[in-house]
């Protein structure tokens, strides 16, 4: 069975180093993060992950989801149990606002821990996400009393939430959504219509469900300007908060899917269903973005969780399996043959690894700090430059985190060799796993279009040139160190890719919107290697200065330094081939009639 | 339910404008290989795999093989009556030696029946192409009698064969080998001794299975010099060809896997079982390698399957799948929204996947003729080049197609958003099937090293120079034509790169062995994007002149150059970007010491 092990000890650097979350203790929630807490809840928070949810994840593949005659779905064995220690311990309070029950801690912090969470079963990491995503929504654009009613027990964990978007016909383009809301005299709807692809959306972990739901009203508009967001919970919620009557939504079946099967995927009939209108009227997709933006950003972390772990087990069998000899000769004589670690070609697969992790837990935790600055910064200017910055790295994030988790995964199990296909190993279950977060929450290829279509060019391109400046800025601080120049030189090239292919796109995106969207995968793409490489210096310099200081910790600090130049060396080449494919254009991608395919 | 048909039309193309089949019209065997042959193979196989074989392989993942408990293994409902199809018709004989009751038809005809079979169904695929590599084994060393007693039923296919190389603490280091072959004094011998991973080692689909089984002799050296090869079956034959008692090796399980589920994974326990030694003692692995050979280009024929029919089932759906909106405007004003292959983002996963596989398909068939002609050409000299090209070859055509199909698949899945993430669509199912094709008959790894190590600089570098004297002699004779400066341009530039590549490993490889591991998995892929490249180039070519001499068929040859141009633009950038990371050497990727990862 695989193993895990919270990579606590990383997760400090990058807050250290990177995040520098002590610079914030004047904000909101921050003072309470204090080095201590923080460290009490990766420390105890990680075990938790390793101990209860890790041993769980591989059994719960096999076993999977169970739906019943009745509707009702039972998680895997050990589910239940595990999540009762997850509310238990309060796991899910700690970003929640403290007027509904939670810790009120900042949502870098949260992050961090949900990385070890899907790192140790994303399946079971999923009920909480989207929980949180749910109690987001309700938290933006709710009343008092809907907050009132829904969000302690959200919070607690004791109910749960859901995203209700697609339907059969329906998935990027929600225009196209059929669910139908007739308003009642009481002020409620009555919801009815078919939602597919419901992650969590029925199960036996929490004594209620409440559905976030996406459905046109009476009269409304056919189009996306004519979708409300609706709270339906599986069971009505009476005025003293105890559950009532069970409303009229049935999970009609479960998805069969390639991975996260210990995650009920349902299909969710609404059938006259009792819904109160979230937010405005015909405003409804406005609030679901607002679950979105969180929840790609979590997205975007599963990917980081599937390559730490998928590293962390190949790792491990690339130092016991013994096979072949070391290329510069024998490196245990006494052995029959050596360990598969001596072999260059497993180690490449091990660093890239490692280089990718390393580099996207830090991009994550930055992102995740934008996020709390957005709403929290001490002058409106800090909030605007955070908010622009997290607005164009959400789909980076997510995107390019998940395709190169999924590579990761990938080549993890390939140092496995045969074992590596085998399902009691669990990293063919990685690799499943992972393959997921490359679709959902808008697929990766809506990512791109969401960077190149809307983001880039936002408010004049004011988010972009601020993102530019700031890794410019990192660049003119490590001008003063000769020793990061091994980095910084190839990010300095990368980055000057980076500005050519946005002007490429300013000029001929205008021109031929058809050339945005044949760049816009290659962009990604090119902006997520200098984005990691941003990070990687910004790590370079903290570990030469640790070293520089003293530091006892040389080991680590040497480890990181030898990584930053791995990742220097073998990711940035990308950048120039993808600004070459993305100048291309769109001519030859077109050019085919759809009848010649 | 996913659909297949089978590319016929291509393939001819193939065939006549890459292959030349009719200008070996002399050469035993291609006689009989006749257009009018060639085409009714090509489309009586098509038919079989598309209304026998692709029915048969979603409901195949879903059942899987079962093993009971006296160690038999029942393959899915479906498959032992295809399987009589296939006898019954004879798609087996194809290739097989007339001696024994084959047809006698070039290896190229075989091998392209045989990437309809791999698309259709991969894991039926296994079982005859399993038969064949065995074939080849006691074709090539066998004695008279062996072949006499073996072959006949082999071919037809009431027999069938496997390979057993792995043990479990023992896979690529084949000296590790613990399987013992005890004389007897009839001459026979006692095997004893577990083998695991063996593909199609168990089954309900034929009489016999004739497992060929690397083993030790007693006093052998303890090393790959001391590693023999003997025939056991697992029912004894009798003198007058009769079966005999069941012999001593039993299933003792079958493995779970990620994918191939149809196709029986056994773990193969060996209790005295009687053996035959095959060919001379101690030179087994030298025989082995006849089979090897042969199943690395067929491991690369099922990459090139993966990614054809995962391609034509994601284009059916682009055309079906209506969602948003042309970004030049409503392609289709009266529907709500446009078929999604409007969109340029879904147009370059398409491409990607047209683009590969047109081209592995003439690489292949390409590679499959050097077969031929290193056994049937006219002359020593032809004889010796068309095996110093295929030897070079094969590691690029196992690895490099392997690791685009699983990439192509992956891609095509992801055309269909969540859809692609459930088991009933199917595309799920190509990615899992395509992932083991990079991981067995010798990972890519191993086929990168086997590239760099030996094939590269074999024979004073021989093949070498001959594979890069073929690519310039094709740019030479593209010069007169101006319409192909833009394929044969980035080529010119990409074989450059693979040329400095050579220079770099052959420089810095000798000072240190661990850079030319370093680089190895690059410069197979450097070298596979030339080889298409290459093919592409030809093809242009071929369809330039097609339609200046007046072809009627305008649409295909058309549709042929604009995918090449997207080849050109799309696949030859990452050249660059492997060379440099090629010559970034090995010294970050081994400095980190084994402890700190």
Same mark, same amino acid.
């Given at each position: 069975m695989p193993a895990y092990r919270a990579p606590v000890k990383d997760t400090q650097f990058v807050l250290d180093?990177?995040?520098? +979350?002590?610079?914030?203790? =004047?904000l909101e929630g921050f003072g309470q993060a204090t080095p201590d807490v923080v460290k009490a809840i990766l420390e105890e928070g990680g075990k938790f992950c390793e101990n209860v949810l890790a041993p769980i994840n591989l059994s719960g593949d096999i076993e999977g989801c169970t739906r019943h005659d009745d509707g009702s779905v039972t998680t895997p064995a050990g589910f239940k149990a595990a999540y009762d220690q997850f509310v238990e311990a309060g796991w899910?309070?700690?970003? %929640?606002?403290e007027a509904f029950g939670?810790?009120? +801690?900042p949502y870098v912090v949260g992050t961090a821990f949900s990385e070890y969470m899907s790192s140790s079963n994303m399946a079971f990491g999923m009920y909480p996400g989207l929980n949180e995503g749910a109690q987001a929504a309700i938290e933006a654009v709710g009343s008092a009393e809907q907050k009132h009613r829904f969000l302690p027990n959200m919070v607690k964990g004791v109910w749960t939430g859901t995203m209700n978007l697609t339907e059969p016909h329906c998935g990027t383009d929600?225009? +196209?959504?059929r669910t139908r809301a007739a308003p009642q005299d009481d002020g409620s709807y009555k919801i009815t219509g078919t939602k597919i692809f419901?992650? %969590?959306? *029925?199960?036996?972990?929490?004594?209620n469900i409440i559905h976030l739901v996406l459905a046109k009203t009476s009269?409304?508009?056919? =189009?996306?300007?004519g979708i409300s967001l609706f709270i339906v919970p599986k069971f009505l919620v009476n005025d003293d908060g105890s559950l009532g009557a069970r409303n009229?939504?049935?999970?009609?079946s479960i998805e069969h899917k390639m991975?996260?099967? %210990?995650n009920a995927t349902c299909v969710l009939n609404y059938d006259g269903a009792t819904g109160y209108l979230l937010?405005? *009227? =015909?405003?409804g997709l406005r609030a679901m973005f607002i679950m979105m933006n969180a929840a790609r950003l979590g997205v975007g972390v599963q990917g980081l969780a599937m390559g730490e772990v998928a590293y962390q087990n190949a790792v491990d069998y690339a130092r016991d399996r013994t096979q072949g000899r070391a290329l510069t000769g /024998? %490196?245990? /004589?006494?052995?029959k043959a050596d360990p598969i670690i001596v072999h260059p070609d497993v180690r490449r697969m091990l660093m890239d690894g490692r280089a990718f992790n390393e580099g996207a837990r830090a991009l994550i935790l930055w992102g995740a700090l934008q996020v709390d600055l957005a709403g929290k910064a001490a002058t409106p200017e800090e909030r605007q430059l955070a908010d622009d910055l997290i607005s164009l790295l959400t789909p980076v994030i997510k995107g390019y985190c998940t395709d190169l988790g999924y590579r990761i995964a990938t080549e993890s199990q390939q140092?496995? &060799?045969?074992?590596?296909?085998?399902?009691?190993?669990g990293m063919e279950q990685f690799v499943r796993d992972a393959r997921i977060a490359q679709i959902y929450e808008g697929t990766n290829g809506i990512q791109a279009m969401d960077l190149?279509?809307?983001?880039?060019?936002?408010n004049g391109g004011r988010g972009t040139q601020a993102y530019l400046a700031l890794v410019n800025g990192a660049l003119a601080d490590a001008r &003063?160190? *000769?020793?990061?120049a091994e980095i910084a030189a190839p990010l300095e090239k990368a980055l000057g890719d980076l500005q050519a292919a946005t002007m490429w796109l300013l000029q001929n995106g205008l021109a031929n919107p058809n050339n945005a969207g044949a760049g816009a995968t290659a962009y990604l793409h090119l902006m997520g290697i200098v984005a990691l490489g941003h990070m990687w210096l910004l790590m370079a310099g903290a570990s030469h200065a640790a070293l520089d200081a003293g530091t006892t910790d040389t080991d680590f600090h040497t480890a990181k330094l030898v990584t930053a130049r791995y990742y220097a060396q073998?990711?940035? /080449?990308d950048a120039r081939a993808l600004r070459a494919k993305l100048e291309a254009g769109s001519e030859a991608m077109m050019a085919m009639p759809v009848s010649a395919f």
């Open positions: 180093a990177v995040v520098g +979350l002590e610079k914030y203790s =004047n899910g309070t700690l970003m %929640a606002d939670g810790q009120g +801690l929600l225009g +196209l959504i419901i992650s %969590a959306g *029925e199960h036996d972990l929490s004594d009269g409304a508009p056919d =189009n996306v300007k009229g939504v049935v999970c009609g991975g996260i099967h %210990a937010g405005e *009227e =015909n405003k /024998p %490196a245990d /004589p006494a052995a140092v496995f &060799g045969g074992h590596g296909y085998i399902r009691e190993w190149v279509g809307r983001k880039l060019g936002a &003063g160190d *000769e020793r990061l073998r990711y940035f /080449p």
